[in-house]
């Protein structure tokens, strides 16, 4: 499952923040449990430098989930202050009824999902 979302400033309270909103919207729209999550991977731009977003996941109780951080590419025009994520699940449901979550200013990276 992918997401997305932006930060309004290179804060360890704001990275948190949006990591958390962002891990938590993708679970509930998915209908998954802790359990079925198998690892995630984040990335974050080079003007987010004050905390790790895996720090902030881990905070909500995902410390026992393997947790991976790296670098988005810096592509010029590309989204500022953009954290991404792919979340790795067991799931039932069929990918094309997965719900991505795009939130913040990263909601125009994919303007053809639904809300």
Request: hydrophobic share 35%; proline share 4%; glycine share 6%.
């Amino acid at each position: 499952m992918r997401g997305a979302t932006t930060c309004d400033a290179d804060t360890k309270d704001e990275i948190d923040s949006k990591t958390q909103t962002l891990v938590r919207e993708m679970l509930d729209r998915n209908d998954l449990e802790h359990d079925d999550l198998v690892s995630i991977i984040f990335t974050a731009t080079d003007d987010l430098t004050a905390t790790f977003p895996a720090t902030g996941a881990r905070a909500i109780g995902l410390g026992d989930v393997p947790l991976l951080c790296m670098r988005e590419l810096g592509v010029t025009g590309g989204m500022p202050r953009c954290i991404r994520v792919m979340m790795h699940v067991y799931t039932d449901r069929p990918r094309e009824k997965l719900r991505h979550v795009y939130l913040g200013d990263a909601r125009s990276l994919r303007d053809d999902l639904p809300e």
